[in-house]
């Protein structure tokens, strides 16, 4: 891929490790919507039932898709990044219906005829690309009752709309470039109505009990009957 962005997401995959081999429940796999470990909700956010098809705008090394996958669902994850990719099969080697792809999500989403019962993201693409261009594609996407959610760090105040984020790289490098969509909870409301999405919820919650005081922005809608 010539898109910069890849060697960006190739660097930022360095600095994270493998997903632990179970959570503090004992599970193999498990869904998080934080940056936290062990932390907020879970899959049932995303209303699926087995059979159902759900799409993760960069799935990184594929830990929410994998058990989506072993929950029965079709799971398909995209990424930029092909180190990360290559985690997802080193890590989830055994996990049958889990379909990864090296892409951009504008450019998988534009291309594909596939309609999904839930799209979702999880610090991901939803957070690095315009929403202007994306949540369109989603919508079109979306099966009737289908749900979108994302997650993603709150905004600084007084920071919204498009940023930038700098992601370090080598010692005689300067930091790869990625940009942003960062927007408050009510921003977002208003962003998600006015692309035809309903049953729009957002909040910020809370960080586990400790010194962290960052917590995570929820996002979550319903492609509604007639498009609508």
């Known amino acids: 891929?010539?898109?910069?962005?890849?060697?960006?997401?190739?660097?930022?995959?360095?600095?994270?490790?493998?997903?632990?081999?179970?959570?503090?429940?004992?599970?193999?796999?498990w869904f998080n919507w934080s940056q936290y470990p062990d932390h907020g909700p879970g899959a049932d956010v995303l209303k699926l039932k087995p059979g159902d098809r759900a799409l993760d705008l960069g799935c990184g090394s594929g830990g929410n898709a994998a058990h989506?996958?072993?929950l029965g669902m079709k799971s398909v994850g995209i990424d930029l990044s092909a180190r990360q990719l290559d985690k997802a099969r080193e890590r989830w080697p055994g996990v049958d219906g889990m379909d990864l792809h090296q892409a951009d999500a504008l450019t998988?989403?534009?291309?594909?005829?596939?309609?999904?019962?839930?799209?979702?993201?999880?610090?991901?693409?939803?957070?690095?690309?315009d929403p202007a261009l994306?949540?369109?594609?989603?919508?079109?996407h979306l099966k009737t009752g289908g749900v979108f959610a994302f997650s993603q760090r709150p905004p600084v105040e007084g920071c919204y709309g498009c940023q930038a984020s700098y992601i370090p790289r080598g010692p005689d490098e300067d930091p790869a470039i990625v940009k942003r969509w960062d927007h408050e909870p009510d921003a977002w409301v208003l962003i998600l109505h006015e692309h035809g999405f309903v049953d729009v919820s957002a909040s910020v919650l809370a960080p586990p009990p400790g010194k962290r005081r960052t917590g995570t922005l929820l996002v979550r809608c319903v492609r509604g009957p007639n498009g609508a």
């Open 68 to 70: 989506l996958a072993t």
């Open 108 to 129: 998988y989403l534009g291309d594909t005829r596939s309609m999904f019962d839930a799209v979702y993201s999880v610090f991901g693409a939803a957070w690095f690309t």
């Open 1 to 29: 891929m010539t898109d910069a962005r890849s060697a960006a997401w190739d660097t930022y995959s360095q600095s994270k490790p493998q997903r632990r081999r179970t959570n503090a429940r004992g599970e193999v796999t």
């Open 134 to 140: 994306l949540l369109p594609l989603v919508h079109a």
